[in-house]
C-alpha cells in the first residue's frame, strides 16, 4: 500500500517523482510534519491547497443547501493514514479545480476539540473518511460515503464522476449533461445553442475522457463538449472515426475537422479546447489586441518572443525588488538582515548580468558581508545602490522595462513574473556553476519571500509549499525542478483568478507546443511529465546563452545617466544650502533670536546671584574701562566658536571678592546713567533689534546730557551673563560701587556667543532713586528710618535704664 502511495504522488501535474531511495527522507519528514505541526496549518490543509476547510462555523453553509456537490474528507491529523493521503487529496484538488462549479472538494479535522461535535453529527467512526453530499442538501438529507475509496486520483475523479451521473434531482445548475449524446441532439444542437464550437468526443463506454474533458471546459465560453460512444454509427461513419479516444470539432452546416494533439489523451484534448480561437473563461473580457496602443500615454507595448528570456526583465526585477520593495522597511535587522545577505550573496554568485550590474551586487555584497552589526538603515542600502563615490562601471539601471513579463494592463504580470524569472535562472545558473549546496538558492528565495514580498498571501502560500516539501530537493536538478511544479501548482491555483491576464492564461507550463517531449501519458492515459525532458527544458530555456538583450540601454549610457542624476543632486543639494542660508539671514535681520528655554536653564544654572563691582585704583580703574571698551568694538564671533575661556574669567570676576573702599554721596547736579543710553550710544543697531521683539517692551530711548570724565561699563565678556545692574552711575575713582539689589530677569546670550545685558522692565521710572551712589526704593528708605528710630530708642531707654540703676546703687553707698 506504501508504494502505491508513493507512486500516486507522482501521477499530477507538476508533482515530482518520489522514488525508492528518498522513501526514508519522505517518512521522516511526515513523522515530523505529525509530532510538531506547523503553526501557521491548524490541520493537514492549508487555505493554498484549495480544499474548503470545514469549522462549526461555516459546515451548514458548505454543506446545506449548496448550488455544488461537495466531497468532504473527515480526517484526524495524529492518523498515520490521513497523513499519506493527504498529498492525494491536495492533488485531486488541483487536478479537478475547473470543476469547481459542479463540485468541490473540503476537510475537517475530528483531532480538534471544536470539530469533535461535527464529526459526531456525521456519524464518523474512523478515518479518514470521504463522503458525498449532493447540491442543494437539506439539513436532514442522508449523505452518501465512500467505501474502499481508491487512493490515487484517477480513481478517486472517476468515483466523483459516478456519484454526479447518478445525481438526482434538483440536478447541480453548473454541471453540464455527461450522458452520450446522439445524431439527432447534434444535427439540432447549434439551433438552441449559442456557441462558438462544439467538440466531440469518440470513446468507448467504460471510458471516462469525454466526461472528464466535458467538465473541464465548464468555466469556459464559446464551446460546448459532449460525449459519443462508438456505437453511434451514423456520426462514427460520418465523421470517418477510427481512432477512440478522439476529438473533432463540429461547426453549422455539417462541417468538421478533426483536433490536432500529441497524445489523444484527456490533458491534451483539454488544453488544446482551452486554447481555441474566442474560447474565453466565464466572465472574463476577451483578450486586448496588444499589438498597437491607441493611448499615447500608455507606455508602448515591445514585441517580444514568447520562447526567449530578456535580460531587461531581469534587471527591471532587481531595481524593484532592491529599490522599491525593500525602501519599505527602514530598517533591516535580525534574520530579515539575515536572509537579505543571502539574498544579495545569491545574486552577487549566479545572476547572469552585465559587467556594470554585477559590479554592483559584488560591491553592495562585500560591504554587506563585511558589515558587523545587526542591523542595517535601508538609507544605508540605498547609497551603496546609487553608488555616489562614482566607482567606475557599476550601476544598476533605474526605472522598470517590461518586455516578456509584460502584461495586456498596466497591472497585469510584470514583478511577479520577474521575481518568478529570476528565480529560476538563478536556479539553473547554479547548477550550470557547480553549485554545492542544492538548496541554496531556494533557501534564499525562500526566506526573501517570506520576510520582504510585498504580496503577504502569496507569501504565505509560498512558505506552505516550501515548508511541505522542500525536504526533497537533495541535488541541484532536484532544485530546479522542483521550483518549477511549484511554479505550475500556483498557476493551477491562480488560473481564473481576477489577476490572471487574458492574453496570457495561467497555464501548466511548458505547453504541449513548447515542448512536445516534455508531455507524456501512462499506459491508462493519464498524463505524465517526462522530468529529463522537462530538466533539459528548463536548463536551455533559462540559461544565459537565451537571454535576450533588447530594449536595453547601453552600459555607457546607464553611466552616463547615473552621473548625471548625482549631478542633479548635488546641484539641488548646493542650492537648498543658500536658500536655507538666506533664510537664516532674513530671519536673523527680521526677527532677533530668542533664547530657548533650555538655554534659560543653562543659564540659570550658571549662576544668578547679586555681584558687587570694585571700584580699584584710578589708574586701575581707567585700564578697566578701556579694555571694556575695546571689547565693546570687537566683531561678533562666529556661532560655532564659544569664548569658553573668556565666559570662565567672567565668572572668577564676578564670584571674587569686591574690595569696598568707600561710598560718597553723589552730587545732585549729576545725571544717573541708565542703561538704555548706554546702549544707545554702543550697541544702538542692536538695541533697535532687541526693542522690535516681542518679548522686550518698548521703551523711549532717552539721551542724557554729557556728563564727568568717570569709569565706562561695557558690555563685554569681562561682565558675568548671570549680573542684573538696574542703573550703573559713574562714581569717582577713590569710591567703589556696592551693588546689593538681585538682578531682575534673565540676561539673553545671541547667537554669536557673546553675552548682553537685557533690560530690565520698570513699570515707573520716578519710583527709583539714588542713594550714595546706590539705587534704593523708597520702602527701602522708610525701612532703614524705622530701623534707626528703633534702634535709637532702645538706645536712649537702655541709657536711662542704666543711668537709674547706677543713681541707686551709689545712694546705698553713702548710708552711714
Not at 387 to 409: F, Y
Request: glycine share 6%; aromatic share 10%.
Amino acid at each position: 500500500m506504501a508504494r502505491r502511495c508513493g507512486r500516486a504522488t507522482s501521477r499530477f501535474t507538476g508533482e515530482i517523482q518520489i522514488y525508492p531511495r528518498q522513501a526514508a527522507t519522505f517518512a521522516v519528514w511526515l513523522c515530523l510534519c505529525v509530532v510538531f505541526p506547523p503553526v501557521a496549518e491548524a490541520g493537514l490543509y492549508s487555505t493554498s491547497d484549495q480544499v474548503i476547510l470545514l469549522t462549526p462555523d461555516n459546515v451548514e453553509s458548505v454543506l446545506v443547501n449548496s448550488t455544488a456537490a461537495i466531497v468532504a474528507e473527515f480526517y484526524a491529523s495524529w492518523c498515520g493514514h490521513c497523513v499519506a493521503f493527504s498529498p492525494v487529496y491536495k492533488s485531486l484538488a488541483r487536478d479537478i479545480k475547473e470543476w469547481k462549479p459542479a463540485v468541490d472538494l473540503a476537510a475537517i479535522d475530528c483531532a480538534a476539540e471544536e470539530n469533535r461535535k461535527v464529526c459526531m453529527r456525521f456519524g464518523i467512526t474512523g478515518y479518514p473518511t470521504i463522503k458525498f453530499f449532493h447540491a442543494y442538501s437539506k439539513g436532514d438529507s442522508k449523505e452518501q460515503t465512500f467505501k474502499a475509496f481508491p487512493r490515487d486520483v484517477r480513481g478517486l475523479r472517476h468515483k466523483i464522476i459516478d456519484k454526479l451521473e447518478a445525481h438526482e434531482d434538483p440536478w447541480p445548475p453548473a454541471c453540464p449533461p455527461l450522458e452520450p449524446t446522439s445524431q439527432a441532439e447534434i444535427d439540432s444542437f447549434f439551433e438552441t445553442n449559442n456557441v462558438q464550437h462544439l467538440a466531440l468526443i469518440f470513446e468507448d463506454a467504460k471510458s471516462y475522457v469525454g466526461r472528464e474533458v466535458t467538465l473541464d471546459l465548464l468555466q469556459f465560453e464559446n464551446v460546448a463538449v459532449r460525449r459519443v460512444l462508438n456505437t453511434e454509427e451514423d456520426l462514427v461513419t460520418k465523421l470517418g472515426v477510427t481512432e477512440f479516444p478522439s476529438c473533432y470539432l463540429y461547426y453549422p452546416g455539417g462541417n468538421f475537422t478533426r483536433l490536432n494533439v500529441n497524445v489523444e489523451a484527456r490533458t491534451f484534448f483539454s488544453y488544446a479546447l482551452q486554447r481555441l480561437p474566442g474560447v474565453v473563461r466565464s466572465g472574463k473580457p476577451p483578450p486586448d489586441s496588444i499589438n498597437i496602443h491607441t493611448n499615447n500615454t500608455e507606455e508602448p507595448w515591445r514585441p517580444f518572443n514568447k520562447s526567449r528570456l530578456y535580460m531587461a526583465d531581469l534587471e527591471s526585477t532587481l531595481h524593484y525588488s532592491l529599490r522599491v520593495e525593500l525602501a519599505a522597511h527602514t530598517v533591516i535587522k535580525g534574520d530579515a538582515l539575515i536572509s537579505f545577505k543571502k539574498y544579495i550573496s545569491v545574486l552577487a554568485k549566479y545572476f547572469p548580468g552585465r559587467p556594470v550590474v554585477m559590479n554592483l551586487l559584488r560591491s553592495v555584497n562585500s560591504h554587506l558581508q563585511n558589515q558587523t552589526g545587526d542591523e542595517i538603515s535601508y538609507e544605508e542600502l540605498r547609497e551603496m545602490l546609487d553608488n555616489p563615490a562614482q566607482s567606475p562601471d557599476t550601476a544598476l539601471p533605474e526605472g522598470q522595462r517590461w518586455v516578456g513579463c509584460q502584461g495586456s494592463k498596466p497591472y497585469l504580470r510584470r514583478y511577479p513574473c520577474g521575481v518568478w524569472t529570476l528565480f529560476h535562472v538563478l536556479t539553473v545558473q547554479a547548477k550550470n556553476a557547480g553549485g554545492t549546496d542544492p538548496k541554496e538558492v531556494l533557501t534564499a528565495m525562500r526566506n526573501y519571500v517570506h520576510n520582504f514580498f510585498g504580496c503577504r498571501p502569496c507569501a504565505e502560500h509560498f512558505e506552505n509549499m516550501a515548508r511541505e516539501s522542500l525536504v526533497e530537493v537533495s541535488s541541484l536538478s532536484s532544485a530546479v525542478l522542483w521550483l518549477w511544479s511549484r511554479h505550475n501548482r500556483v498557476n493551477n491555483r491562480l488560473a481564473g483568478a481576477l489577476s490572471e491576464d487574458p492574453s496570457f492564461p495561467k497555464i501548466q507550463w511548458p505547453s504541449p507546443e513548447m515542448c512536445p517531449a516534455c508531455h507524456t501519458v501512462r499506459e491508462n492515459g493519464e498524463h505524465r511529465w517526462n522530468d529529463e525532458q522537462v530538466l533539459s527544458f528548463l536548463m536551455s530555456y533559462f540559461s544565459s546563452k537565451s537571454i535576450l538583450t533588447d530594449y536595453l540601454d547601453d552600459e555607457s549610457q546607464v553611466l552616463a545617466k547615473q552621473r548625471e542624476k548625482h549631478e542633479k543632486q548635488q546641484a539641488l543639494e548646493a542650492q537648498k544650502c543658500l536658500e536655507r542660508k538666506a533664510r537664516e539671514a532674513l530671519d536673523s535681520m527680521t526677527n532677533p533670536s530668542q533664547p530657548t528655554v533650555q538655554e534659560e536653564e543653562e543659564e540659570e544654572e550658571e549662576g544668578l546671584q547679586d555681584e558687587a563691582v570694585a571700584d580699584e585704583e584710578e589708574e586701575g580703574g581707567e585700564g578697566a574701562a578701556a579694555a571694556n571698551e575695546m571689547d565693546g568694538n570687537k566683531s561678533e564671533p562666529t556661532p560655532w566658536s564659544k569664548p569658553e575661556l573668556e565666559v570662565g574669567r567672567g565668572r572668577r570676576q564676578a564670584h571674587g571678592r569686591p574690595s569696598i573702599v568707600g561710598m560718597r554721596m553723589r552730587e545732585p547736579q549729576e545725571d544717573i546713567v541708565d542703561l538704555d543710553s548706554f546702549v544707545n550710544q554702543h550697541y544702538k543697531a542692536k538695541a533697535l533689534r532687541v526693542a522690535a521683539s516681542s518679548r522686550i517692551k518698548r521703551r523711549t530711548l532717552q539721551r542724557k546730557e554729557e556728563q564727568e570724565p568717570g569709569p565706562v561699563f561695557g558690555l563685554g565678556m569681562e561682565l558675568d551673563a548671570g549680573l542684573g545692574m538696574v542703573g550703573l552711575q559713574p562714581i569717582e575713582a577713590d569710591f567703589e560701587l556696592d551693588v546689593g539689589q538681585q538682578r531682575k530677569r534673565l540676561q539673553k546670550r545671541d547667537l554669536t556667543g557673546q553675552y548682553f545685558v537685557e533690560e530690565a522692565e520698570l513699570s515707573h521710572r520716578g519710583r527709583w532713586m539714588s542713594v550714595l551712589s546706590i539705587g534704593f526704593s523708597r520702602l527701602d528708605i522708610s525701612l532703614c528710618v524705622i530701623l534707626y528710630f528703633l534702634s535709637s530708642m532702645c538706645l536712649l531707654a537702655m541709657y536711662l535704664f542704666f543711668k537709674n540703676r547706677l543713681r541707686l546703687r551709689r545712694a546705698k553707698v553713702a548710708l552711714p
